[in-house]
């Protein structure tokens, strides 16, 4: 059996990667096809067959009001994974557009990463608390809750980077022959702040699916009946004893997302350091390993 | 050479001061009024040591750096008083890096890096086969290259890459800094020949950046020694090279071992290695380490002498 | 085996496997250097030059497959454990390398490195080796050492820090040193001092000296005996004075002519890719002489010349 270690690749992707890839093409796909593929309807109670364990007819079970767990936790993918991946792609376009902004523009500088600053000292849960408090719990404050202190971080990544590039000789260059701010902007920055994004959006993501579990289980955020992983774990919890299927397939099905998020994140990371430190191997032995 | 009625480039008193330090303002005059010009088809050498002021001259020359005083006439027009004019004017004024700078955009395939120049001025299409096959012939490049990223190719076809980007815009004067630095001899030469062909073939001139005297020496037809941001010495290439007037620039000779094996005795004890803080005496800059050097070198800047038909001197005592 | 001979590079071939076919950075590299002897490897980039050095230093990838043997004071250095190798690195052979900013750390200050090394080499105590480090940078030829040993390294130039460098050469003593062009990335004038100061070192220390660079004339200034490299195989051996002044391989010949006169004249065509090497001699697409014999027979080293036409 091949020891797999970070080199081993499978079908030309790094197996991390690769794996951390399908599981998410699978999550989504499951949450898009949700109303198809999920055995049972997720609202439907069967109540004579409450709390029963994992059978041919309940994949997963029924909770305590008799509900088919599986079909829950399928359409849980939906807040879960939607709600993360349209919150991080809305923080990471922000994130980038100030970080880029500041470091070109250093007139901006100061007073964005000032206001960056002011941002970043929100503590997420706090917010959260206070925006269910001001607008009540459910979505619509939990994306804010989500966004608001989300998007510093990608911009003070993404400035460090720009800032980097910016001092690089291409960028001259292309100012020589001619290139307009937006054109060094979009040619120049954008492809070097890209792989950091990456990284920092895909683990985010994972973040954010915890965020949103963990106020679904304190019963601040998604509201039943719409079907939240954080919620059912909660729901599960008084029968852990007697039905402890509800509760773990929550917290699994939170686990692997988390996890093929991260693997992704984490093979984006790798590939882009190989890509671009190749050229520094080669120069130390002046050879070109083609 | 007959000279022209109007020089290509012109530049009178150029300055370029950068001012750092957060109490104590320490001002350093990288460029300190230089003043030369440049005919057609003509290549001008800048020659010094790193931190004389020559890589802040050619920059300035293609205007990515703003003079601190001083006036840049290309073709002659001020380039100070032309604002939207200018990028017109700079597609005719080309700058070629040194490889170490990383001048070649590491996300672009070589294909779209040698199209960048037109197309970033509107002038092509991104599929120009015709021109890309020009491009590569003119600098002997194959065409699997196309498909490369730029740190898959060598050090010399980066070069050649950015050559053909600079070319690509048929200028008429071309900054070339330090082309050929830190690459073996036989691809020096290559580049070299490369470059002397496209002067023959199109009229090219070069304001030629570099510390190496072989190159130099193969490429100049006028030569500038810079010694921290002025000129000391300027004139008919040949005539320096073969007579060498101030005494950095023969020290500087004698370095590159100009003639092959034989020290040239005397100069051993100027290389001091120069502390980084910028000090500025009122007289000569080489003062400090000139072994030549008198009461009046320290006191009084020397004016340009006039040591033979075009070569001149900056120096009280030669 | 002479006792005289302090390395002995016996038939070295450097291969690394790839998808495209295995790259043949050294073929049959067979060199020897006598006690006191200082001998450059001369070739372009990609010649294999610093394959060889980096193979006496076992510093070469993992994946690269090696054969051959490797002489020091006569124990073969190949088939070494890495940490008997560690012992060897450092104490009997040194390297220094074109970048020493790369090579410096950049969180201590070169004072407290150059004293590092010397507590390591000689056991040293701590004021000791700071007293020891100052004499090794005035030894250098740095100006005012006891200010200059608080600097850190990306504070000085590239030629001081090429000095600090040597200055830690100096603490090693090694007996064999090896340079990789070591003054290529500095100035003409700075590259003219270092170039004096290897010299004191190398003769002062009385070690064994291996410089690998492209710039003849370096070597010239450098070294006593030169071996001419091409596409992986050595070409040419013989003293510096006469392969340089009378080359007898049509590589240094071409090489040595590039820059000499007032016209470039480059060598036409392009080195071979290390994984499609031609047949016969590998130079002979670009040499003006080549015949027949050439392109089918791959010429041996005979009167210390890889060339038919010898």
Redesign the interface.
């Known amino acids: 059996m091949r020891r797999i270690t970070a080199r081993t690749r499978f079908l030309g992707l790094p197996t991390g990667l690769f794996a951390g890839l399908w599981l998410m093409i699978l999550l989504v796909a499951a949450g898009v096809t949700a109303p198809w593929i999920s055995p049972h309807d997720p609202v439907e109670q069967h109540l004579e067959k409450r709390l029963s364990p994992p059978c041919p007819e309940f994949l997963l079970g029924t909770d305590a009001l008799g509900r088919c767990v599986a079909s829950r936790l399928i359409y849980g993918i939906r807040p879960s994974v939607g709600i993360s991946l349209s919150v991080t792609a809305l923080v990471a376009a922000v994130g980038m557009a100030v970080g880029m902004l500041s470091a070109y523009y250093r007139a901006l500088d100061n007073i964005m990463m000032r206001v960056t600053d002011c941002f970043f000292a929100f503590p997420a849960i706090v917010l959260a608390l206070v925006m269910i408090a001001i607008l009540g719990p459910g979505i619509k404050s939990l994306v804010i809750a989500l966004a608001v202190p989300g998007w510093p971080k990608y911009a003070r990544v993404v400035r460090s980077v720009a800032l980097s590039v910016k001092e690089r000789g291409f960028v001259e260059a292309t100012r020589a022959i001619g290139g307009r701010n937006t054109y060094i902007l979009c040619r120049c920055m954008l492809p070097a702040v890209w792989a950091p994004v990456m990284t920092i959006a895909t683990v985010g993501m994972g973040g954010k699916v915890i965020h949103i579990a963990s106020l679904g289980f304190l019963g601040l955020g998604v509201q039943p009946p719409t079907p939240e992983w954080g919620t059912i774990l909660n729901q599960g919890l008084p029968f852990l004893g007697i039905a402890p299927h509800i509760s773990l397939s929550a917290g699994a099905f939170i686990m692997i997302t988390v996890l093929s998020f991260t693997l992704v994140g984490e093979g984006l990371r790798e590939a882009a350091d190989a890509k671009h430190n190749a050229p520094a191997?080669e120069q130390l032995?002046?050879?070109?390993?083609? | 050479m007959s000279p022209e009625l109007t020089p290509l480039l012109s530049v009178k008193n150029l300055s370029r001061h950068f001012t750092s330090g957060l109490f104590r303002k320490v001002r350093v005059k990288a460029v300190d009024g230089v003043s030369f010009t440049l005919h057609k088809g003509e290549t001008l050498a800048i020659m010094g040591?790193?931190g004389s002021g020559k890589t802040t001259l050619g920059r300035l020359v293609v205007r990515l750096l703003e003079p601190t005083t001083g006036q840049v006439h290309f073709k002659g027009k001020d380039l100070a008083k032309l604002n939207g004019d200018l990028r017109g004017l700079r597609r005719s004024m080309q700058i070629i890096f040194q490889d170490a700078d990383g001048s070649l955009n590491p996300y672009m395939r070589v294909k779209r890096l040698l199209l960048e120049p037109r197309s970033v001025n509107g002038l092509n299409t991104l599929d120009d086969t015709d021109l890309l096959e020009e491009l590569l012939n003119m600098v002997n490049l194959t065409p699997d290259l196309l498909t490369r990223y730029p740190h898959e190719l060598?050090?010399g076809q980066r070069q050649r890459v950015g050559i053909a980007r600079a070319m690509s815009l048929n200028p008429e004067l071309i900054v070339a800094d330090e082309p050929a630095a830190?690459l073996?001899?036989?691809?020096?030469?290559?580049l070299?020949?490369l470059m002397?062909r496209i002067q023959k073939d199109r009229g090219v001139s070069y304001l030629f950046i570099s510390?190496?005297?072989?190159a130099v020496?193969?490429m100049a037809h006028r030569l500038a020694v810079m010694y921290r941001g002025r000129f000391v010495e300027y004139g008919n290439a040949h005539r320096i090279l073969s007579n060498p007037g101030h005494p950095y620039t023969r020290?500087?000779f004698a370095?590159?071992?100009f003639r092959?094996?034989t020290e040239v005795a005397g100069f051993e004890k100027l290389?001091?290695?120069e502390e980084?803080s910028r000090h500025h005496s009122a007289g000569c800059m080489f003062s400090q380490c000139c072994p030549y050097a008198g009461i009046i070198c320290r006191d009084a800047t020397p004016g340009g002498k006039r040591m033979a038909e075009d070569h001149r001197v900056w120096c009280h005592v030669v | 085996m002479t006792r005289n001979v302090l390395l002995h590079i016996e038939s070295l071939s450097v291969r690394?496997p790839?998808p495209?076919g295995p790259?043949r950075?050294a073929e049959r590299v067979t060199l020897t250097l006598e006690k006191g002897d200082s001998c450059c490897l001369v070739g372009?980039?990609?010649c294999?030059k610093?394959?060889v050095a980096?193979a006496v230093m076992r510093l070469l990838?993992s994946n690269a497959l090696i054969s051959g043997r490797i002489l020091f004071k006569g124990r073969d250095l190949l088939p070494l454990s890495e940490r008997s190798m560690r012992a060897v690195r450092g104490r009997d052979i040194a390297m220094i390398f074109e970048q020493p900013t790369a090579y410096l750390n950049p969180v201590f200050t070169i004072g407290d490195q150059i004293a590092e090394t010397v507590r390591i080499r000689d056991g040293l105590s701590r004021r000791n080796a700071k007293a020891k480090a100052i004499d090794l940078l005035h030894r250098a030829?740095?100006?005012s050492p006891d200010d200059r040993c608080r600097q850190y390294p990306h504070?000085l130039?590239g030629?001081?820090n090429q000095?600090v460098m040597i200055a830690m050469v100096l603490a090693l003593k090694p007996a064999l040193l090896i340079a990789d062009e070591p003054t290529?990335?500095l100035?003409?004038?700075?590259?003219?001092?270092i170039i004096d100061l290897l010299k004191r070192t190398v003769a002062e220390l009385g070690t064994t000296f291996l410089l690998i660079t492209?710039?003849?004339?370096t070597a010239?200034?450098l070294c006593t005996n030169a071996a001419v490299m091409y596409a992986g195989q050595i070409v040419e051996t013989g003293s510096v004075k006469r392969v340089f002044a009378d080359p007898g391989h049509p590589y240094t010949r071409?090489?040595v002519n590039?820059?000499r006169g007032?016209?470039?004249?480059?060598?036409p065509g392009r080195v071979p890719?290390?994984?499609h090497l031609p047949c016969g001699c590998r130079f002979h697409p670009r040499c003006s002489e080549a015949d027949v014999r050439c392109r089918v027979e791959a010429p041996a080293m005979e009167n210390r010349i890889r060339c038919h036409l010898n």
């Not at chain 3, 492209?214 to 004339?217: F, L």
């Not at chain 3, 007032?262 to 060598?267: A, G, H, K, Y």
């Open positions: 191997m032995l002046k050879v070109q390993i083609p | 040591a790193s060598s050090g830190s073996d001899p036989s691809i020096q030469a290559q070299m020949a002397r510390h190496d005297l072989r020496r193969m020290s500087l370095a590159s071992r092959h094996g290389w001091i290695e980084k | 690394f790839t495209e790259v950075a372009e980039s990609g294999g610093t394959m980096m990838p030829g740095i100006p504070q130039s030629g001081m000095r290529t990335a100035d003409a004038t700075v590259q003219c001092r492209h710039d003849y004339e010239s200034a071409a090489m590039a820059l007032d016209v470039p004249r480059p060598i890719s290390l994984c």
